[in-house]
């Protein structure tokens, strides 16, 4: 079982702050941009390109080099502050010409990890701000449920530290419980890892180290599941998804990280795949669990729409959209 005697957060434990917004009219194409301003402490995918590796053009974005690649280096659009990120992060043309909508929600973190030279760069932050904005949102269904949000990142923009983000943000909201899903157990490890890097130490436990039938007794934290655990059961019949939900409560945080793996929810033969989607999909269900709080992340979500079935949180169907069907779901 789980030592929890370390403290939570070492030297940041007592340095969660608001993250203030400032709105202001001088950027260059006439939108507003968003200041840090800290209080007082209390396949369409972005790719991180070593700057060697980058055309002359695009490592000159105000010069007379190659106009076009220049175009498409990745910057925060309405975000200024923070930590410069470390790599070169450039998107696909067709993402290039859609801005992100003006970020409202200021999320809580340490001071010390978002401010300039910190840990977290501004383009992790940037995702921290509007996984908190789609949470704040409802899909348009009877449910009421809140809305999630998709995070495409490639290599090298560091989604692990993205992630953490996330769940720092509600920590410091109260809410405290985690599951966070992946593709390997042994993928814990990075998770850990990272933690040591922010100097956090969040409580994180496999769900293996608990039977389908006993009770998770880590009081909060991260409960770290393989997409194969989460079909399993014993063999009186306990499921894993039944212990999972019980243990989130109502407000619980889900980490879809590598959430392809249930792209075949939607698919024409049954299969382990399929389970697997079913699963992801029973977990979120809109009318069981309208408040928990869901993040996809995956740099390859989709070659075919119909593998974004699972992704049942994010609005693209359902009442009051375009496609209309009987429930959210």
């Known amino acids: 079982m789980l030592n929890q005697s370390h403290p939570e957060f070492g ?4 340095t969660a702050v608001a993250f203030t917004g400032v709105f202001t009219n001088n950027s260059p194409d006439g939108g507003a941009k968003v200041s840090v301003i800290t209080e007082t402490e209390g396949d369409g995918n ?28 990745y910057e925060c659009h309405h975000l200024t502050g923070g930590s410069k990120h470390p790599g070169r992060i450039v998107e696909t043309p067709g993402l290039a010409n859609i ?13 010390k990890l978002i401010e300039n030279g910190g840990e977290i760069s501004e383009i992790q932050l940037e995702r921290i701000i509007y996984a908190g904005q789609a949470h704040e949102s409802l899909l348009s269904c009877d449910a009421a449920a809140r809305a999630g949000i ?3 990142d490639g290599t090298g923009v560091g989604k692990t530290t993205t992630l953490l983000g996330i769940i720092l943000d509600n920590w410091f909201s109260g809410r405290r419980r ?17 933690m040591q890097r922010l100097k956090i130490h969040i409580p994180i436990q496999l769900v293996g180290d608990y039977k389908p ?3 998770i007794t880590l009081s909060k934290g991260i409960v770290f599941c393989t997409y194969g655990s989460l079909i399993a059961k014993s063999r009186k019949g306990h499921r894993r998804i039944d212990q999972l939900t019980k243990w989130l409560g109502a407000e619980g945080i889900l980490i879809f990280d590598e959430g392809h793996k249930a792209k075949n929810f939607f698919a024409e033969n049954e299969r382990t795949s399929t389970q697997t989607g079913a699963a992801v999909v029973e977990i979120q269900d809109v009318e069981k669990f309208p408040d928990y ?19 049942i949180r994010l609005g693209l169907w359902g009442q009051g959209t375009p496609f209309a069907i009987e429930n959210c779901q």
């Open 46 to 73: 972005k790719t991180a390109v070593p700057s060697a590796a980058l055309t002359p053009g695009q490592n000159e974005r105000n010069g007379a080099g190659d106009a076009l690649m220049g175009e498409n280096l």
């Open 178 to 194: 985690t599951v966070w899903f992946s593709v390997k157990s042994d993928l814990i490890k990075a998770v850990r890892d990272e």
């Open 293 to 311: 709080r869901v993040i996809y992340s995956s740099a390859t979500a989709a070659s075919d729409v119909r593998h974004l079935a699972y992704m």
């Open 150 to 152: 998709s995070i495409g």
């Open 11 to 14: 030297d940041t434990s007592a």
């Open 213 to 215: 039938e006993e009770e």
């Open 99 to 111: 801005k992100p909508p003006r970020p409202t929600y200021r999320p809580r973190l340490p001071k």
